[in-house]
């Protein structure tokens, strides 16, 4: 197929080689010694998904999980053909195709299990299965003992199912406070030890967790946010012991540029105001495309400079004071480097008063993404 050319100069870059070496490091600094799955709901945190699955399973994860039943069946479609877990609730409905499609799901409680066997005729394929324990989270999930082992009972006396796995997820993994973790993995792998037979999988850690407690790891870990090169938390960066790789870059050019008189008012509102005599550029790229309205007064980079987005922030444009004449075309980066200067995705986060995983998702999808470091063709 003919690659479509994009008019517009904003662009999303994601390099695959650091996707690739986030999986690889794990290895390689002897913090993981299982298996990796690379998570990639939501697109990939922004990334895209195919794209990141691939690039993942290349670099040896033994899975990919996705939060939804649709997001699984876009990977399939696509030719992922490695092992696909939908870490969230899926439909009844669904059971028949996830099967058919070797789509592994997770089940939350005996009923789901029991609705299934009801309500479907036999599958022709078995139904792989990973059973999620909550185990503090407060989300989804069995929480005793008595509901795993009615659950066991039942996958035990059909031959519909396979249970193929048993997790657990953390929520403060990523705080400096272990005995919330500590306290999570005790009652988890207590639940664990009740089965008859261990599963294939047992896993528990997210990015945080497989960071921060290696002694955790047990088969596999959830990778998200760390397979993009961002730390979970400020204070999982500080305990680093290597380099994650960013992945996402985002560019754009200067589109027009203007000098314009002291008191002149710029953007929607006239709310900016030049004080003097003042140098001003235009960026196609607004919040239509995630540069979020309260990024006004980020810094973007141009000739490896740091400049101020003024003004109100509009749905496809801003406009950024310049210290001097620049020329139409100028490179302008949003996220990423450009000479000694480096702008990331959790300094918008700060600014917005958020976490870096809801700044990479809601890069709008407008912007194309473009792919560097890519092993092979994928369509
Ligand atoms: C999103 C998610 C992950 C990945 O979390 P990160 O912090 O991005 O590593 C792991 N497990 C479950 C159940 C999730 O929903």
Redesign the pocket.
């Known amino acids: 197929m003919e690659q479509y050319t994009y008019y517009r100069p904003t662009q999303v870059t994601i390099d695959l080689e650091a996707i690739r070496n986030n999986v690889r490091n794990l290895k390689k600094y002897g913090i993981v010694s299982g298996g990796v799955?690379a998570?990639v709901?939501a697109d990939g945190?922004g990334h895209g998904d195919v794209e990141v699955a691939a690039a993942a399973l290349e670099a040896g994860a033994v899975m990919v999980?996705v939060?939804t039943p649709d997001e699984a069946i876009r990977l399939r479609s696509k030719g992922i053909n490695g092992d696909i877990l939908v870490?969230?609730p899926s439909p009844i409905t669904f059971a028949k195709k996830a099967a058919e499609l070797g789509i592994t799901l997770m089940v939350a409680e005996v009923g789901w299990l029991r609705q299934v066997l009801d309500e479907s005729a036999e599958f022709e394929k078995q139904l792989k299965i990973h059973v999620?324990i909550d185990s503090g989270m407060g989300r989804i999930g069995l929480r005793d003992a008595g509901a795993l082992q009615a659950l066991i009972s039942l996958v035990e006396c059909s031959d519909q199912f396979v249970l193929d796995g048993i997790?657990t997820?953390f929520s403060c993994?990523?705080e400096d406070r272990p005995y919330r973790t500590e306290e999570q993995f005790k009652l988890f792998m207590e639940l664990v030890r009740m089965l008859p037979e261990k599963p294939r999988l047992v896993h528990a850690s997210?990015?945080?967790a497989?960071l921060l407690y290696p002694q955790f790891q047990l088969d596999a870990v959830?990778?998200?946010?760390?397979?993009y090169g961002i730390a979970?938390s400020e204070f999982v960066e500080g305990q680093l012991s290597f380099r994650l790789e960013k992945a996402m870059s985002i560019e754009s050019e200067l589109a027009f540029v203007k000098k314009v008189e002291a008191n002149t008012a710029i953007s929607y509102g006239g709310t900016y105001e030049t004080k003097a005599a003042e140098w001003i550029g235009t960026i196609p790229i607004g919040y239509a495309d995630g540069l979020k309205r309260g990024l006004r007064g980020q810094e973007v980079l141009i000739g490896g400079e740091r400049m101020p987005i003024i003004g109100t922030i509009c749905m496809d444009q801003c406009m950024v004071k310049l210290p001097r004449e620049m020329s139409i075309g100028e490179k302008v980066v949003l996220i990423g480097r450009q000479g000694e200067e480096e702008i990331r995705l959790e300094e918008w986060a700060k600014r917005l008063d958020t976490i870096p995983?809801e700044i990479a998702v809601s890069i709008g999808r407008r912007i194309p993404r473009i792919y560097t470091g890519k092993e092979r063709q994928h369509t």
């Open positions: 799955i998570v709901k945190y999980s939060a870490m969230g999620k997790f997820h993994a990523d997210n990015s945080a497989t959830r990778f998200g946010i760390g397979l979970p995983y």
